[in-house]
């Protein structure tokens, strides 16, 4: 599923405005890359990208057609959108009850789940790695299992696109090691995901295009290669930064330390 967005500009919930000019282009294939700061407002344009905010000016396009053509069911078949993995009301539930809930959007908000849709939720487990979580509660995992769990909820809906806001942070460095191996496998056979991170290591090595979203300024557009250079993350993230690479078995990663 590819994406565009044009003449973006949007602002806060809290009413602030935080992005002006937004234009990308994503063919729907690997990894897409929206990287800045804190407070820059990543995950506002990505709920507007959704549709799940509004843009102040400019449009979401999907497939060529833009989102406002189409109709919310057919969209959703289409797409999953990962926030942050947060408790809530989710205590209750079991991982697979959680999961399965990702099926929703196929079978009907208020529909009970059949045969099918128990399978697709436990093939989703089984693709991140937690099948043995299946019984357990929302409430008596770890936060890494519960992120797990809510990439899997939106694999369960069989996604063309998969947008995952910052599934790494607040998560040790092993959980956010297994979150990174689920991501290379999805991309290895699709959907396309676009990857919304404040973790620069995690973008260069993942993405083929992405976004430099800075505070104050128009996001910047192009191959991962041009803007996810020492210069341009030092301007991002106002620190020097420098990149190395490092051989790590049959895979060389970038490593990307910051000098005050």
Known sequence: MDVQVRHGSGHSPGGAPVLRNVNFEFDGRGVFAVLGPNGAGKTTLLKCLLGLMPWSTGE?????????????????????Y??????????????????????????GLFSSP?????????????????????????????????????IARALANDPELLILDEPESNLD????????????????????????????AHALSRAKTGLLVPRGEPPVFAPA????????????????????????????????????
């Open 60 to 80: 979401s396009l999907f497939n060529g057609k833009p989102l406002s053509d189409w109709h919310r069911t057919d969209f959703w078949q289409r797409a999953a």
């Open 82 to 107: 990962v926030p942050q993995a947060k408790l809530s009301n989710l205590a209750s539930l079991s991982i697979a009850e959680y999961v399965v809930l990702g099926r929703s959007a196929r079978i």
């Open 114 to 150: 059949g045969k099918a849709a128990w399978i697709h939720a436990q093939k989703a487990l089984e693709e991140v790695g937690i099948p043995h979580l299946s019984r357990r509660l929302c409430s008596e995992v770890s936060g890494g299992q519960l992120q797990l769990a809510a």
């Open 173 to 200: 460095f092993r959980n956010q090691a297994l979150i990174l191996e689920v991501i290379d496998r999805l991309t290895e056979r699709g959907p396309g995901v676009i990857l919304n991170t404040h973790f620069p």
């Open 225 to 260: 290669s041009e803007i996810f250079t020492e210069a341009a993350l030092s301007k991002l993230f106002g620190i020097d930064v420098k990149i190395r690479t490092l051989q790590f078995g049959s895979k060389t990663l970038p490593v990307v330390a910051a000098l005050p």
